[in-house]
């Protein structure tokens, strides 16, 4: 599940940033690029903002994405383009792999490594070290003083894709949906409605890796052309 249904507000183009061109190729087609060559993927479905399904799916039949089944409009929050992603499969049971549309540089081992850890786990995470010194903020005298500085051998970076048995993750959304107190706290990913919905269920972490950026302020777009033009061999003039 290939999840690009937001605006990209950090960013600030005028059109969502999946749709911005990097090294020769929208975000959203390097990301399905990956997952359409990936031997492990049987489909693909797509979550796009409203008003540019079209736009993705001019890009798949272009491109000849042959896995690419569904085109789905997303919805107003991450969560909620989860939930319609959900809502689009059928109910047999299957390995959901759920991935932000710019992170296109996800690699082929991340996908290999989760697609192995879901034949005996239910639910797999994608994390990476931190290498800076993480702490809480709190309130000061003058502005946010340093509250506690939080154990950095012991903290890991969350990234995607995120996978789940699909019977783990919509019984996890099912009851979050249900939660009338769910929106007023809402998850910043899919292993956290997880964590919140279903603490019996382990989340299994993979080793992820420091180029599977997230594609989320101005400079990220640079460093992620950088990092695909190194990863194809055409290094920058
Ligand atoms: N309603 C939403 C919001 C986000 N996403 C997707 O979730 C991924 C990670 O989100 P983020 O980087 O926050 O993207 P945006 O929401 O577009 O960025 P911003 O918060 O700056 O507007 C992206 O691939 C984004 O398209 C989504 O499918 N549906
Ligand atoms: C899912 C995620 O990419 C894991 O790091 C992240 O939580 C998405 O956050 P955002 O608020 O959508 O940028």
């Not at 995470?125 to 903020?137: C, Q």
């Not at 789940?164 to 249900?178: D, G, M, N, P, T």
């Not at 769910?182 to 269920?201: N, W």
Request: hydrophobic fraction near 40%.
């Amino acid at each position: 599940m290939l999840l690009a249904g937001g605006v990209g507000q950090r960013v600030g183009l005028a059109t969502p940033k999946q749709l911005a061109e990097i090294a020769g190729k929208t975000i959203i087609e390097h990301s399905i690029a990956v997952f359409e060559d990936a031997p492990e993927i049987d489909e693909i479905v797509v979550l796009m903002t409203p008003g540019y399904t079209d736009r993705v799916r001019e890009i798949v039949e272009k491109g000849g994405y042959r896995k690419v089944t569904k085109i789905v409009e997303g919805g107003a929050s991450r969560t909620e383009s989860t939930w319609r992603a959900l809502q689009a499969l059928g109910t047999e049971e299957c390995d959901v792999l759920l991935h932000d549309a710019v992170r296109p540089l996800v690699e082929p081992r991340i996908i290999t490594d989760c697609v192995r850890a879901l034949r005996t786990h239910r639910a797999v995470n994608v994390a990476i070290p931190s290498s800076d010194t993480v702490f809480v903020a709190v309130p000061g005298p003058d502005g946010e003083v340093i509250g506690e500085v939080l154990d950095r051998s012991r903290l890991r970076r969350s990234q995607t894709p995120q996978c789940f048995k699909l019977s783990v993750i919509r019984e996890a959304y099912e009851r979050a949906f249900a939660d009338p107190g769910f929106g007023s706290r809402p998850a910043t990913d899919d292993c956290g409605v997880v964590l919140r919905y279903l603490p019996e269920v382990p989340i299994h972490l993979v080793p992820g890796s420091e180029h599977n950026i997230k594609v989320t302020h101005p400079a990220d777009l640079q460093i992620a052309e950088l990092l695909l033009r190194l990863a194809a061999g055409r290094p920058m003039a």
